[in-house]
């Protein structure tokens, strides 16, 4: 078993953007995003624990797993700073991370987070986790994107491709019993997410069918919120644009210095 995570990096820029997929993703999901802050800012895309080249990851399977993950590889790379981006179980990832190491977060942009409260489409998660074959793949992620979005055909490839290594299909299977478990998830608790002082950018769909964007209406004033109108919620394949866009925005913001508190206080 590999006791490291996979992670494609790109660009040589002065400011490192680390990205943290949904369940059942991958690094290349982020492809059309990355391309859009290339070449001035270095780009980490991670395959995070239990999911393509990250498969064999031991003891695969929380958030709180791939957080400790990810930050022992950010420091084994020597990277003391960087901006973080994650989207839905990924989003649960990054804040994890910034609650545990906030002086290594540079920034938060979360996307569709998960555990910002219990609701969750537990029977569309596990549908997803399941599928099989490109078409049952293209089926799930319409049903998780906005009526007017189609899922882009080179990320279908890329799920399906990932899916046929030995071992992927059950592994998804379990993790997606596990965390949507009578058909709730972990939320993590309002008065840790006020303590998070970077600067916090939180984009979610207005129709999205995974996580209510009603949980969006609870956070920390100090956060920052945009809606997109329309959009499901997958949006870094729904509007790539918009997300690169946030992405540079929130990293030009400025926040404040906190206390650290310990990452299994912060868990979800």
């Known amino acids: 078993m590999s006791s490291s995570l996979h992670a494609a990096e790109r660009g ?18 982020w492809r059309d995003v990355t391309s859009m802050l290339l070449p001035d800012m270095r780009t980490l895309a991670y395959d995070l624990p239990g999911h393509g080249l990250s498969l064999d990851f031991p003891g695969s399977g ?16 020597g990277m003391k ?17 910034a609650l545990a190491e906030p002086e290594r977060v540079a920034s938060l942009t979360l ?8 609701e969750i489409n537990g029977p569309l998660l596990r549908r997803y986790a399941a599928a099989t074959g490109k078409s049952e793949i293209r089926t799930c992620l319409a049903a998780m994107s906005g009526p007017l979005s189609q899922p882009p055909e080179h990320v279908v490839d890329v799920l399906d491709e990932m899916r046929r290594r030995p071992g992927q299909l059950q592994k998804l299977v379990e993790f997606a019993a596990s965390m949507t478990r ?3 998830q972990g939320a993590i608790p309002r008065e840790q997410l ?44 729904e509007a790539p644009d918009l997300v690169a866009t946030a992405v540079r925005r929130n990293m030009n913001r400025r926040g404040s210095r906190r206390l650290q508190p310990s990452l299994d206080a912060a868990a979800s």
């Open 81 to 97: 700073r960087v901006h973080l981006v994650g989207h839905s179980m990924g989003g649960a990832v990054a804040v994890l991370m």
């Open 62 to 77: 929380s958030a709180r797993t791939a957080a400790r993950a990810a930050l022992t590889d950010l420091a084994a790379r």
């Open 194 to 237: 006020e303590t998070l002082k970077m600067p916090v950018m939180v984009v979610w769909g207005t129709d999205d069918a995974v996580l209510p964007v009603c949980q969006a209406d609870d956070m920390p004033v100090h956060f920052h919120l945009h809606h997109v109108l329309g959009a499901g919620h997958m949006l870094a394949e």
């Open 111 to 118: 996307l569709a987070p998960g555990g910002f409260g219990p």
């Open 182 to 184: 009578d058909d709730r």
């Open 12 to 29: 040589i820029g002065p400011k490192t953007v680390a990205f943290l997929h949904g369940f059942g993703g991958c690094h290349e999901v």
